[in-house]
């Protein structure tokens, strides 16, 4: 898994990794349809109803779109058996709309932690937490 940490990923964790730093939600979309269980189950908090894979590619459209510079860095990988753990820096420019917040310019970065269980070659399962506190207390919204 060490070669996830960068570019170049074969595994699914990769390649939708190295798909995420074109910026290019299409592409992200595409990799997404691959590397994804059409019966993804993704237990994130999210601001829509909608779910599954396409919940997946709906988070990558909104975070492009507001944070076209958007930049994961992934800090650690752990894999356990069918399990990957990614801990992630987040980084980008608030140039869009953004959960109903107008662009404002100011840069933002965060941490979050995501796990994937693979199955049949796929990711069939996400877990994520993100500081979205933080991310939007950089971005103004929050005063805490």
């Known amino acids: 898994m060490t070669a996830d940490r960068t570019s170049g990923g074969t595994t699914p964790f990769g390649r939708l990794h190295d798909a995420v730093r074109t910026g290019d939600p299409e592409v992200v979309a595409r990799t997404v349809d691959e590397v994804v269980d059409p019966g993804l189950v993704f237990h994130a908090p999210l601001p829509t109803g909608v779910t599954g894979v396409q919940a997946l590619k709906e988070v990558w459209t909104v975070l492009l779109r507001a944070f076209p510079d958007l930049r994961v860095e992934v800090e650690d990988v752990i894999t356990e058996g069918d399990k990957v753990v990614c801990r992630n820096t987040v980084t980008g420019t608030h140039l869009g709309e953004y959960r109903g917040l ?43």
């Open 102 to 144: 107008a662009p404002t310019g100011r840069p933002v970065r965060y941490g979050e932690i995501f796990v994937f269980r693979l199955a049949g070659g796929r990711i069939a399962e996400i877990w994520g937490v993100v500081d979205v506190l933080a991310q939007l207390r950089q971005l103004g919204a929050v005063d805490v």
